[in-house]
């Protein structure tokens, strides 16, 4: 089946920095999602892109879509304690009909104050 | 507006006792879905139910059964349990389609 593989599987950085992960896939992805979740919750969208080349921004939180539709990149601005959670990327799977989500690893984040 | 409740929250089981997962949604959506969660791993799709009265194995159904009771609730069971079904589990639903899931907050289970 299609997987998606994300990197870095974990980041440690400073509040303030920035920070880029990406998720790769072997397949062609039409939609791509990019989720977070808290600890101890389930996760939530943060950002859907549809279109290959698209760019979008949900406040300091933009992500890209790959030209090739193989790839998606999140990148998160001026990092705060509240961003600490683990970050998905995912897609449909078997047609957007039944809804099936294919998740990626997932990159755990972890910001000091 | 609760959204997708899950119970129990935490749950320990002996191996090869049974137990049912809960799921219900408020929000008439037509689609629910169980995935589970491992560490390195992602989430993984056990089971979905497209529509009330259908439900179909996802990426790792081995071991475990559903039900779509109605279109509120979609019920996840393990008739033995093994340590390999220790995880946490997530009930996640959509109107339909693969956009805008709603999950739940996670059934913490462990299999000893």
């Known amino acids: 089946g299609q997987q998606l593989n994300q990197s870095p599987q974990s980041m440690f950085i400073q509040e303030g920095e920035d920070v880029s992960m990406n998720c790769t896939s072997s397949s062609i992805f039409n939609t791509w999602l990019w989720y977070k979740q808290d600890p101890g919750e389930g996760p939530v969208l943060l950002i859907a892109l549809y279109k290959a080349g698209e760019l979008t921004s949900n406040g300091r939180l933009t992500a890209q879509f790959g030209i090739t539709r193989k790839d998606s990149f999140l990148n998160i601005s001026a990092s705060i304690p509240s961003d600490v959670g683990i970050y998905f990327c995912a897609g449909p799977t078997g047609g957007t009909s039944y809804g099936k989500l294919t998740f990626g690893q997932g990159t755990i984040l972890t910001v000091h104050p | 507006n609760a959204g997708v409740t899950q119970t129990p929250k935490f749950q320990v089981l002996k191996t090869g006792q049974s137990m049912t997962l809960q799921c219900a949604q408020d929000?008439?959506?037509?689609?629910m879905y169980w995935y589970r969660q491992d560490p390195g791993m992602g989430l993984r799709l056990i089971y979905y139910s497209a529509s009330e009265g259908t439900t179909d194995k996802g990426e790792v159904p081995n071991g475990y059964n559903v039900s779509r009771l109605n279109k509120r609730e979609f019920s996840l069971r393990l008739e033995s349990a093994a340590p390999s079904q220790t995880s946490v589990y997530f009930c996640?639903?959509?109107?339909?389609?693969?956009?805008?899931?709603?999950f739940g907050s996670g059934t913490r289970l462990t299999v000893v």
């Open positions: 996640a639903s959509t109107v339909g389609g693969p956009y805008g899931y709603t």
């Open positions: 929000m008439n959506h037509n689609s």
